[in-house]
T-cell receptor, first 112, second 117 residues
């Protein structure tokens, strides 16, 4: 089963603009992770944020986590055409066997 | 960094035959491996979790006898789709989880596209 929803389902922006996507989840978590998937390929880990963290940065990526609202956001600044991909959030809850449970994903298209 | 090799990357098989997909962790020992299924433009759905030397734990709604999982060693897990039918056509992805304290989190294979004709 999926953990929750991602919003928006699809996003189209111009190169140089920022892209923001949101993820909501249903259960308690130990951490939340964001992944990127190029069409027909495997997943690449982008960033992990622990349940006791509120914000994390990695290069052009900024992730926030609000455990009271059970939501997270991923911001990609100064987007590039190469950022075109699907982005998924995934949660980990140790009591559930450390399995990664994915959200629905956001398909991002960055137009040059 | 951690690398997971998944083979084959694509396979076409006839209805009624079985297909085996391999997932290998190349440079670390995977304490747990996960198998996911992904339909076009959809998210990854967890099928099962396997730990080396023990039976896999299947998610609700996943047929154990149809999707056979074997985790024979700390570096190899296989998924066999038995008596495949066209509705089994999908993208299958494995993920291996190593020792988190050593920096090995969840590493994904590149996926296998299965087409049953």
């Amino acid at each position: 089963s999926q953990q929750g929803e991602e919003d928006p389902q699809a996003l189209s922006i111009q190169e140089g603009e920022n892209a923001t996507m949101n993820c909501s989840y249903k259960t308690s978590i130990n951490n939340l992770q964001w992944y990127r998937q190029n069409s027909g390929r495997g997943l690449v880990h982008l960033i992990l944020i622990r349940s006791n963290e509120r914000e994390k940065h990695s290069g052009r990526l900024r992730v926030t986590l609000d455990t009271s609202k059970k939501s997270s956001s991923l911001l990609i600044t100064a987007s590039r055409a190469a950022d075109t991909a699907s982005y998924f959030c995934a949660t980990v809850f140790k009591a559930a066997g450390n399995k990664l449970t994915f959200g629905g994903g956001t398909r991002v298209l960055v137009k040059p | 960094g951690a690398v997971v090799s998944q083979h084959p990357s694509w396979v076409i098989c006839k209805s009624g035959t079985s297909v085996k997909i391999e997932c290998r962790s190349l440079d670390f020992q995977a304490t747990t491996m996960f198998w996911y299924r992904q339909f076009p433009k959809q998210s990854l759905m967890l099928m099962a979790t396997s730990n080396e030397g023990s039976k896999a734990t299947y998610e609700q709604g996943v047929e154990k006898d149809k999707f056979l999982i074997n985790h024979a060693s700390l570096t190899l897990s296989t998924l066999t789709v038995t008596s495949a039918h066209p509705e089994d056509s999908s993208f299958y992805i494995c993920s291996a989880r190593g020792n988190v304290r050593r920096g090995y989190g969840y590493t994904f294979g590149s996926g296998t596209r299965l087409t049953v004709v």
